[in-house]
């Protein structure tokens, strides 16, 4: 069910730099002689807002985002998006972490579309595999992370708090026949399988 009348926040996830990819902040990495991030801005109009969740703001400096710190330190991609529901001025967030270069709208419209009155969280499971960093959240479960991140908890365990719906890989493949929305660049290897080019740490946008 769609809720036009309900703003959302985009929310993009930038925890640090990577190690694995020498130390460059990962929404830095290029795709198409551009990088990652700007790509995700492109997402495109309609959103309320977007948010920067990152521990260094620096490399970022220029883009069109505010940049927001986690509340709670050391937890990871759930801190992360504890401070984005924390800080989001929407109803709604969606979730989407800096090193995911496919992210299409078809695939945001489709999370969007499945919000409602009785659910706290969108997201795919693809070949058994939650995918919570691509994915829209009420910001009222910001209580419900709060709770949970005492206990370090995996997004599975935070998922069963909340009333989720969780959409097949089907479900994903209707709207981006690759499912390549849910790539994300980890590694050197992912970088070359993908087309990515990780830049000396010093590099620009």
Known sequence: MRLPEEGVTLAILAGGRARRLGGVPKGLLLREGRSLLAHLLELGPGF?????VTPEAAPYQGFPVRTVADRVAGRG?????HAALVEARSPWVLAVAADMPFVTRAVVDRLLA???????????????RLEPLLACYRTRAAEVFAAALADE????????????????????????PGCRSVVSINTPEDARAWGVVVPAPEGGR
């Open 77 to 81: 991609a759930p801190g992360g998006v």
């Open 48 to 52: 309320d807002e977007v948010l920067l």
């Open 114 to 128: 499945e919000r409602g009155p009785e659910v706290d969280a969108v997201g795919f499971e693809v070949q058994g």
């Open 153 to 176: 908890p995996s997004f599975r365990d935070l998922w069963r708090g909340l009333r989720a719906r969780v959409l097949s890989s089907q479900a994903l493949a209707e709207v981006d």
